[in-house]
């Protein structure tokens, strides 16, 4: 009988960023239209990636700017990957992902997985707001082990997503059973949209402190100070 993995995946984003219909386009394979933004639901798609057989789990996490309830923490801290989703047709769904990975990381306590971020809507360039190389920069900041664009509409990078997610996952498992004293932070790299490879080199080194002042697992107070023409979070 061939064993089946199960990897658990939590989705962020602001509201109308592309979360539910990049979830869907994955699981269903349809691009739905109208779908209501006060759902918060968990989606199952069982799958083959690289010979392995998967049940992934993903939580379309219904954005809240008072919280989650119990039963939301508890999944969330049980994830083993997260993906903070922006649509790179608004700025202001991109500019809040520092705040939303800061309240990720505070819920998942001291447990360290990979977050991957993601830009969608690529089909409507011609309302693009965020470029490439901000979204790279931006998962360079976070700490985030893989950046990529996508759309949800033409299914461009959307199995890729979810499957680099899934790989975060099994080559960090692999990196912590042979180096358990390591931190995970500093194998981690970037990975860019193949697309833009000629902006960004496709594979960049993280800034190995930046995961910890900007995503800091410790539970506590969070305080916010303006830097740049970002807003940057200390916790
Ligand atoms: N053109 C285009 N529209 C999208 C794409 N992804 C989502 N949308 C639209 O963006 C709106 C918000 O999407 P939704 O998934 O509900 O956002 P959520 O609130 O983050 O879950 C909906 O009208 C979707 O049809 C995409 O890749 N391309
Ligand atoms: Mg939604």
């Known amino acids: 009988m ?37 759902i918060q639901d968990i989606y199952t798609k069982r799958t083959e990636i ?79 707001q965020i470029s490439a190389n901000e979204g790279t920069q931006m998962a360079q900041e976070m700490g985030c082990v893989g950046f990529l664009e996508c759309s949800a509409k033409t299914r461009y990078n959307v199995d890729q997503v979810f499957e680099t997610t899934v790989r975060k996952v099994l080559s960090q498992r692999e990196a912590e059973q042979k180096l358990p004293k390591e931190p995970a932070t500093n194998s981690q790299e970037v990975e860019t949209n193949p697309d833009q490879s000629q902006q960004e080199p496709s594979q960049q080194s993280i800034k190995p402190q930046a995961r910890e002042i900007v995503l800091d697992r410790s539970a506590g107070p969070i305080k916010t100070t303006q830097n740049t023409d970002r807003c940057c979070i200390i916790v």
């Not at 969330?76 to 047709?89: C, K, M």
């Open 2 to 38: 061939v064993q089946t993995k199960n990897i658990r995946i939590s989705v962020f984003g602001e509201i109308d960023s592309g979360k539910s219909t990049l979830v869907l386009q994955y699981v269903q394979s349809q691009f739905v239209e109208e779908i209501d933004h006060h």
């Open 50 to 128: 690289d010979n392995e057989i998967y049940q992934i789990d993903i939580l379309d996490v219904l954005d809240s700017d008072y919280g989650f309830d119990t039963r939301t923490e508890e999944m969330i801290a049980d994830s083993d990957a997260a993906i903070l989703v922006y649509s790179v047709l608004s700025e202001r769904s991109f500019n809040s992902l520092i705040m939303k990975g800061v309240r990720v990381c505070s819920l998942l306590k001291h447990k360290d997985i990979p977050i991957i971020l993601v830009g969608t809507k690529t089909d409507l360039e011609d309302l693009r």
